[in-house]
């Protein structure tokens, strides 16, 4: 465990240092999220019917998708590990005493905290003080506060935990593009970062529920804007557990099973 913790700690401050990058990120996020904000009010405005969710806590849940884009984004990953199973010298990660599925966990864990330790804060404050209705509004008690930390931190690891599928996956279709494409597609869309779980069509709703993709936005972002009451946020964490527990126990065993069959070619 030690050795997982200094990786997620050196990666952490390496991290860090991409300070301009993040500049340009929370500029671009803005952009993205006033656009999202004047597509959903248009939407409203001629609704014919009452929407599930209101648009003031549809408008919290898109500056939250903004300001934690790097928790809940698939796209965002490490090409410096594609790179490393594509050529082969994935030989030199295998000659490491510690295991390779913790190892790589750790990295990919500090690469989406530093990110968003540097993005987050600049877009939650100036967000917060937007003119109503556009503004970020803070949840209305200290337990939704809490069940909301405790829901997005859960929704990044189960999120990492995802995303080890799709660098597992590339054992096999040796295609980091591919890979990405499939599993960006399924997890932004099902998470609800397209389209609000709400607002999809019952059927679509009932598939989203059923894969663990919901759970790594969607839930966190509703329960900090009141729209799933807190003993529901209280059942739902169980939830995140439990497909976390699954999720890095399979992937656990997908690596190991890839591992036995890899093959290296070079000289």
Known sequence: MKVYLSVLKLRLSMGMQYRTAALAGVATQFFWGFIMIMVFEAFYEHASSTPPISLKELIQYI?????????????FRDNE??????????????CRPNGLYGFWYAKLLAQRLSSAILRCFPILIIAYFLPD???????????????????????????VS????????????LSPMGSLLVFGVLSEFFAGLIIPVPL????????????????????????????????????????????????????????????????????
Do not use: C
């Open 200 to 267: 999809m069509p019952d059927w679509l709703q009932q598939i989203a529920n059923v894969l663990p993709f919901r759970w790594t936005a969607d839930f966190p972002f509703r329960v900090y804007s009141g729209h799933i009451p807190e003993h529901e946020a209280a059942i739902g964490i169980l939830v995140q557990l439990s497909y976390l527990i699954v999720l890095i126990w399979l992937g656990r065993k997908a690596l190991n099973g890839v591992l036995k069959k890899v093959v290296v070619q070079g000289g």
């Open 63 to 75: 500056w939250l998708q903004q300001a934690f884009l790097v928790f809940v984004m698939m796209w």
């Open 81 to 94: 590990l594609f790179d490393l199973i594509t050529s082969g010298n994935i030989s030199y990660e295998l």
């Open 162 to 173: 995802i995303s080890m599928f799709l660098y597992i996956s590339v054992f096999v279709t």
């Open 133 to 159: 209705p556009y503004n970020l509004e803070l949840p209305h008690s200290n337990t939704a506060f809490l069940l909301f930390v405790s829901a997005l931190l859960l929704g990044l690891l189960l999120l």
